[in-house]
């Protein structure tokens, strides 16, 4: 069971990027799903969620209104879509499966209680 961000890169203050989060070994559709960033000398943060069924989304306020959560699950696929990046956005993202968008909101500090997660892509924006 693996779960595995990708689609980082470096780009300049203000453009955007899209993550996609992909699942081998099972399938995403029946888990919400997460996106979580750890900046260098920072602790893991919240970054946004969506429901099992894609009716229900949950952002951090950071990123409320710049970043969109979707999800394509003929593909096993969820996205991470970031506009009008900032500086501070610069970290690595991970993306996690768990029951709930309650508890993925706090998977930050309580990892253990999610099903699984991904191995990180990188993103720095740069002035």
């Known amino acids: 069971v693996q779960l595995q961000a990708s689609g980082g890169g470096l780009v300049q203050s203000g453009g955007s990027l899209r993550l996609s989060c992909t699942a081998s070994?099972?399938?995403?559709?029946?888990?919400?799903i997460g996106w979580f960033r750890q900046a260098p000398r920072k602790d893991r943060e919240f970054v946004g969620a969506?429901?099992?069924?894609?009716?229900?989304?949950l952002y951090a306020d950071s990123v409320k209104g710049r970043f969109t959560i979707s999800r394509d699950d003929a593909k096993n696929t969820v996205y991470l879509q970031m506009n009008s990046l900032k500086l501070e956005d610069t970290a690595d993202y991970y993306c996690?499966?768990?029951?709930?968008?309650?508890?993925?909101?706090?998977?930050?500090?309580?990892?253990?209680?999610?099903?699984?997660w991904g191995l990180g892509t990188q993103v720095t924006v740069s002035s």
């Open positions: 996690a499966a768990g029951g709930s968008l309650d508890t993925l909101r706090v998977g930050a500090i309580r990892p253990w209680a999610l099903d699984a």
């Open positions: 070994g099972f399938s995403l559709e029946s888990y919400a």
């Open positions: 969506i429901s099992w069924s894609g009716d229900s989304t």
